[in-house]
């Protein structure tokens, strides 16, 4: 079975950082993209970024970048989000999330993980 | 940036009913679009991809059509587990975004 589990999330004052880590299991993470995507309490859903399989290849919303970094280590099926200089609106579930088994194309998700709530407050 | 319109925001039927949701695109993103439900508390689920393709597991009452910037989900006869909220998703360019959402009640 397909499984991605998400860890990391916390509450972290303005300005802090924090490290969320995806753990995969039950297919052959190496072979695939992997995707964050975010969700802010009681709204919408918003892609924060990719990752190719080998790591070479790295994606981000505007909003996050030169302030997040993802990463995988595919000797340890694992997925990252270190997120640096954290800010209000970057309160939100943090879901991780790769392509179904029956699509070739990387960016349509299914499965995700359960999410981690980050929350960035003083 | 491809910016998603959703509508209505709140579409409020009875089961049986048929639904019709809406997702606009800012400029054509030809086929590359996508429709997700989520349920409280629940992780979003792939419902079409391609504007028309059903994702595995996904009930024939699902279906989608559309191409460039005007896109449908139908719902043809509303059963109860699919109130929820409907949020499309576009694959043409970087960044990839999401609608905000169309949430289905029960009248």
């Known amino acids: 079975e397909v499984q991605l589990v998400e860890s990391g999330g916390a509450l972290v004052q303005p300005g802090g950082s924090l490290r969320l880590s995806c753990a995969a299991s039950?297919?052959?993470?190496?072979?695939?993209?992997m995707t964050w995507v975010r969700q802010a309490p009681g709204r919408g859903l918003e892609w924060v970024a990719s990752?190719?399989?080998?790591?070479?290849?790295?994606y981000y919303v505007d909003s996050v970048k030169g302030r997040f970094t993802i990463s995988r280590d595919n000797t340890k099926n694992s997925l990252y989000l270190q997120m640096n200089s954290l800010r209000g609106e970057d309160t939100a579930v943090y879901y991780c999330a790769r392509r179904p088994d029956y699509i070739s194309h990387p960016n349509w998700f299914d499965p995700w993980g359960q999410g981690t709530l980050v929350t960035v407050s003083s | 940036e491809v910016v998603l319109t959703q509508s209505p925001a709140t579409l409020s039927l009875s089961p049986g009913e048929r639904a019709t949701l809406s997702c606009r695109a800012s400029?054509?993103?030809?086929?590359?679009l996508a429709w997700y439900q989520q349920k409280p508390g629940q992780a979003p689920r792939l419902l079409i991809y391609d504007a028309s393709n059903r994702a595995t597991g996904i009930p024939a009452r699902f279906s989608g059509s559309g191409s460039g910037t005007d896109f449908t989900l139908t719902i043809s006869s509303l059963e109860p587990e699919d109130f929820a909220v409907y949020f499309c998703q576009h694959r043409s360019s970087w960044p990839l975004t999401f609608g905000g959402g169309t949430k289905v009640e029960n009248k």
């Open positions: 990752i190719k399989q080998d790591g070479g290849g790295t």
């Open positions: 400029q054509s993103v030809s086929n590359y």
């Open positions: 039950g297919f052959t993470f190496s072979n695939y993209w």
